[in-house]
Structure formats: C-alpha cells, structure tokens
C-alpha cells in the first residue's frame, strides 16, 4: 500500500474519532441540517486525509444518489459518504460535496476567546 501522509489543517477542524486525522475545516460546513442512520450529520465542500470506497445507488431520504463511502485514510473507520450523482434535479447541489456523519467525527473546533470582553479592555472613551 505504501506510506500515509496526512495533511494538517491550521484552523477549527473536525477530526475522526478513533485515530484523530484531520478531516475537515469549520469554515467548510456547509449544513448542519442533514441527518444519518444513527443520527445528525454535517455536509462539507472538502474533505481531506480520507479514502473512497465504490459508487454505489443508494437510496436516501431526498432519493436515488450515486455515492462513494468515506474511510479514514489512517485507521479505515467509515466517517460517511460523498454525493457522486444525484438522480433528482433539486438535489444536484449535493454533487461533489462530503457528509461526515457527526457520531464519528470529533471537535478540534476550539472556543475562540474574546479578548475585548475581558474587563480593563481599552475600548472605553475617557473623556
């Protein structure tokens, strides 16, 4: 098979919850709104550090797609799918886009702190 090189992602992202890869940015969710089998989902516009498995027809909640599992490219868990083909027309937005399914993925996404909340902030008009 040969060596795995994984990419780092600088910024809050979402990683696989076995083995802590890399997978995904914050800024690249597109919708938080989609659900799995065994419950909530996220839909990304890229994904990283994965592997594809076959196309194949499944059928879905919104219809018939073509899709292709997502693997972990390190410890091989299953993380979701990506939309290769949609059959219907109001769901083409979907192709080429990634579901990580939100049981197998976990938070890199850490609090950002607000520094002008802190007390003493310089923003305070003395006049």
């Not at 992602?9 to 065994?38: E, H, K, V």
């Not at 027809?57 to 919104?62: A, L, N, T, Y």
């Not at 219809?63 to 868990?77: A, K, P, S, Y």
Request: aromatic residues 8%; contains cysteine.
């Amino acid at each position: 098979m040969g060596r795995v090189f994984v990419l780092d992602l600088d910024g809050r992202s979402y990683g696989c919850r076995l083995c802590d890869t890399p997978l995904a940015l914050a800024d690249n969710i597109l919708s938080r709104n989609f659900n799995c089998s065994q419950g909530r989902a996220y839909l990304f516009s890229n994904v990283v550090n994965i592997t594809l498995g076959p196309q194949v027809e499944r059928m879905m909640m919104s219809g018939l797609h073509t899709v292709e599992d997502i693997f972990c490219c390190r410890c091989g868990q299953i993380l979701g799918w990506k939309y290769v083909l949609a059959h219907e027309k109001d769901e083409t937005y979907k192709e080429g886009k990634f579901v990580l399914e939100r049981w197998r993925i976990a938070d890199n996404v850490e609090e950002e702190l607000n520094l002008d909340a802190q007390a003493g902030s310089s923003d305070t008009d003395n006049a």
